[in-house]
């Protein structure tokens, strides 16, 4: 079976047109950004404020490795 078809733990990417894992390699998004991406869309279906904490930890990591190569 095609990886990209197949999802381990529930259902909540199937319904989407393009899946966050296509969205994040077609772009080239680095892991945070990814991660950032796969929470926010999958929230109102799996984690809730728990899957929308985790988008705003990564985007704190983000600006945190920016102001860090300053």
Do not use: T, W
Request: glycine share 6%; net charge positive.
């Amino acid at each position: 079976m095609n990886p990209f078809k197949k999802q381990v733990g529930g259902n909540h990417y199937k319904k989407y047109k393009i899946q966050p894992v296509d969205f994040i390699i077609q772009n080239k998004l680095d892991f945070c950004q990814g991660s950032v991406i796969k929470y926010v869309v999958r929230f109102k279906e799996k984690g809730l404020i728990a899957d929308l904490d985790k988008a705003i930890h990564y985007i704190e990591l983000l600006k945190d490795s920016i102001k860090s190569r300053k």
